[in-house]
Every structure is written in structure tokens, then in C-alpha cells.
């Protein structure tokens, strides 16, 4: 009879097992891909002068970014890659300012310019739930002259709010490059001027 008592009681958890990881699945299967088109607007940072040409290149993504986002019903991909995302807000940043930017996909298109580039570690929002959202942007910034790295420092922008989701993520994104342009590039053309 205990015999007979366990094989139940296995059985029983084995159903309820697969029956939890059977909902787990389709709930995973249930998000379905959404794009999140990301785009930049310049504001106003107080950069010093710098009559140089900068070549500004894409981004190298570590590791790779697939999806910028997740909730309980999406998967969000990013439209452009963050790579060209990043790298294209910061030129478009650089020409607000005045300066004479060009950008490059690669570092040998770019020659012997003074480059601004960096690596995108982290970019992503979360919203786990209707009343908490997070955003996150991390990257590597560099500037590099005939090969030679002449600075190079780690930024991260991150909010977290407890409210109801009424804005872009785009928008929140674009937020933390901005804070992170805040601090990179005077400290990105202070280099350029130094050497």
C-alpha cells in the first residue's frame, strides 16, 4: 500500500510539474516580437571648441543586442541595431553642437581621423508590471587617433519609476544617452584637443 501511495504521490508531482512547466513555455511563447524605432533628438551640452574633423563609428554591440525590452506580453527589438543607433545620436549630437563630424561603419573606413566610437554594453527597459518600469544604457565610450586609444571610460544611465506606463520607450532610452552625452563627449573632445 505505501508502495502504491508513493507511485501516486510521484506521479501527482510529475503531472503537476510538467503541467507548470508546459504554462511557463506557452506564457514565454505568448510575447510576441514588437519594435521599438530608436531615435535621437540633440540637447544642449556645453562642449568646448574643437576645430578638428571627428569620424564618429558605429558602435560594436558586447554582446550582441537582440531585444531592447521586455513585458509580460512583448519582446521588443530595436529598429535601427544600437550599434548604428548609438553612434548615429552621437554624430547627430557632435553637429548640433557645430562641429565637422563624418560617420563610418568601421574604423578603416574612418582613416586617420580623430574617432569617437565606444562599445554598447547594456540597453534595455523592463516593465514587469503595470505600476514598474526600468531603463538601462551602458557603453563604453573611446576616442582613437592612427589606432592609438586616447581615452576610454564606462557610462551608465539607469531610472526606475513606480507608476503608470504612459510614455515612449524609445523616449526613455533616448534619455539615458543623453545623460551618458552629458558626461562622454566633454570629456571626448577634451581629448581631441590634447593630442
Given amino acids: 500500500m505505501k508502495k502504491q501511495s508513493g507511485i501516486i504521490l510521484?506521479?501527482?508531482l510529475l503531472t503537476i510539474f510538467i503541467a507548470v512547466a508546459t504554462v511557463a513555455k506557452a506564457e514565454q511563447k505568448a510575447?510576441?516580437?514588437s519594435t521599438v524605432n530608436l531615435d535621437y533628438n540633440p540637447i544642449e551640452i556645453e562642449l568646448p571648441p574643437c576645430v578638428k574633423t571627428i569620424a564618429v563609428v558605429k558602435f560594436k554591440e558586447v554582446p550582441p543586442i537582440k531585444y531592447v525590452g521586455i513585458s509580460s506580453t512583448f519582446k521588443f527589438k530595436p529598429s535601427p541595431d544600437v550599434g548604428t543607433w548609438m553612434a548615429k545620436a552621437l554624430a547627430e549630437q557632435l553637429k548640433n553642437s557645430g562641429y565637422t563630424v563624418k560617420y563610418f561603419e568601421t574604423m578603416d573606413e574612418a582613416g586617420d581621423n580623430y574617432i569617437i566610437t565606444g562599445i554598447a554594453n547594456r540597453v534595455v527597459f523592463e516593465r514587469p508590471g503595470e505600476m514598474?518600469?526600468?531603463y538601462k544604457v551602458?557603453?563604453?565610450?573611446?576616442v582613437v587617433k592612427n589606432n592609438k586609444l586616447l581615452f576610454a571610460k564606462n557610462y551608465l544611465s539607469t531610472?526606475?519609476?513606480?507608476?503608470l506606463y504612459t510614455g515612449s520607450n524609445s523616449g526613455k532610452l533616448m534619455a539615458g544617452l543623453h545623460d551618458?552625452?552629458?558626461l562622454f563627449l566633454p570629456e571626448a573632445i577634451s581629448a581631441v584637443n590634447q593630442n
Fill in 138 to 142: 551602458r557603453l563604453d565610450g573611446m
Fill in 159 to 163: 531610472q526606475e519609476k513606480e507608476m
Fill in 10 to 12: 510521484t506521479l501527482s
Fill in 132 to 134: 514598474d518600469i526600468r
Fill in 31 to 33: 510575447r510576441r516580437d
Fill in 180 to 182: 551618458i552625452f552629458g
